[in-house]
Structures are given as structure tokens and as C-alpha cells.
């Protein structure tokens, strides 16, 4: 090893990280909002065509993921605590195997009607991304400006308890009016994974307000 580059470990890695992180962001604000295109698809076949696109969007993010692993395991130095910056890249990530999953669900199960809650909920799922990838592009900054991130985590928050509430009406009407156990099962199962998706853009909300407060 020379020793330009035994030093250049110990260089800061800010370069590297946020633009990293900043794809991440995107490819989960652009599987969201194909998620929110494909629940409006009249045919399964069309929602094919979405899926994979989702599923291109998750394999590009692991393999991103990867390397930000890789880059933490090697770097001297980095932007933010390695736990802070491995938890929130887990979390990204785990939200985006909900919409994956969630979207895999749908052409596997085939229900007879689509919830009509879906569209709703898919349109909370694209604004929760949308505002996880607001807030990690603004991570390089946070430190003199942390107010447009902090705005995103409280929208977060406000959009998980609307999914929530979204979510207990429906079950409560879906064990109500259907009758058909295969049907309830299936959409049930749907809805619930739009929820926990929900869920899990709030605890990277969480992770990013962790951060604001130690580096703002």
C-alpha cells in the first residue's frame, strides 16, 4: 500500500456517504410512487409491469446499501456515528421490501376488488418516501439547517396516524360487509402491509431526528 493510499483512510468520507445515501432516497421515493401507480392498474398484467420496476428499484438499493456497509467497514472517519448510519440504511431499506412486498402480494393473491382504501394508503407510502428522501438529502446540511428535515420527520409522523386510522376503519367494515374468507384474508393481509409500511417510514423519521440531534 503507498502512502497516499494509506492516508487517504483517514480522509473524511463525506463524498462518498451522502451521495450513497442520497441514491438510496431516491430509488425508494420512485418505488413508492410506482406502488401508487400500479394499485390504479385494471389488470393484473398491468400491475406486472409496475412490479418489476419496484423489484429493479429494491435490488439497486441493496446493492447500494452494500457498499455503504462496505464504505463504513473501511472508513477511519465518517459523517455520523456508523450505528446511526447503518440503522438508518436498514430502515430505508426494510421499507422498501414492505412496498415490494406488499406490491408481490397483490399479483399473488389476485383479490376479486382491490381495497378501495389502497389508493389512499399507497399515496401516504409515496409521501412518507418522498419526505424519507427530502430529509436525507438535507443529512449533509443538517448541521446549520436542520428545520427542512425536521419538518419532513414531523409530516412522517402525522402520515403514519392517518394510515393507522385508515387501517382500523377498514378492517373494522372488511369483517362487517365481507363474507367471503379467502377474500378477508387476502385484503386484510394487503392493507396491513401498507400499514407496517407506514410504520417503518416513521422509525427512519426517528433515526433521522436521532441524528439532528447529536450534529445540529
Do not use: W
Not at 431516491?26 to 412490479?51: G, V
Not at 422498501?96 to 382491490?114: G, H, V, Y
Not at 379467502?182 to 392493507?191: A, L, P, T
Amino acid at each position: 500500500m503507498s502512502i497516499n493510499s494509506f492516508f487517504s483512510r483517514f480522509k473524511p468520507k463525506e463524498n462518498k456517504f451522502f451521495p450513497m445515501i442520497n441514491t438510496v432516497g431516491d430509488l425508494l421515493a420512485k418505488a413508492a410512487k410506482r406502488q401508487a401507480e400500479l394499485i390504479k392498474k385494471p389488470t393484473f398484467e398491468e400491475m406486472e409491469e409496475d412490479y418489476k420496476l419496484i423489484k429493479e428499484c429494491e435490488t439497486q438499493s441493496d446493492s447500494e446499501i452494500a457498499k455503504i456497509y462496505e464504505e463504513l467497514n473501511i472508513s477511519f472517519i465518517t459523517p455520523f456515528d456508523r450505528e446511526d448510519i447503518h440503522s438508518l440504511c436498514e430502515t430505508v431499506d426494510d421499507t422498501l421490501d414492505f412496498i415490494n412486498s406488499t406490491s408481490k402480494r397483490i399479483l399473488l393473491f389476485r383479490p376479486k376488488q382491490i381495497p378501495d382504501v389502497s389508493v389512499r394508503m399507497t399515496e401516504i407510502i409515496s409521501e412518507c418516501c418522498e419526505a424519507i428522501n427530502v430529509s436525507l438529502h438535507e443529512l449533509k446540511t443538517v448541521n446549520k439547517n436542520p428545520d427542512v428535515a425536521l419538518k419532513q420527520c414531523e409530516l412522517l409522523h402525522d402520515l403514519e396516524q392517518e394510515a393507522d386510522e385508515i387501517y382500523e376503519n377498514f378492517v373494522k367494515k372488511l369483517f362487517e360487509e365481507e363474507t367471503d374468507n379467502k377474500e378477508i384474508i387476502k385484503n386484510k393481509e394487503i392493507v396491513q402491509h401498507m400499514e407496517r409500511t407506514t410504520d417503518m417510514a416513521k422509525h427512519v423519521g426517528k433515526i433521522i431526528k436521532t441524528i439532528i440531534v447529536k450534529y445540529a
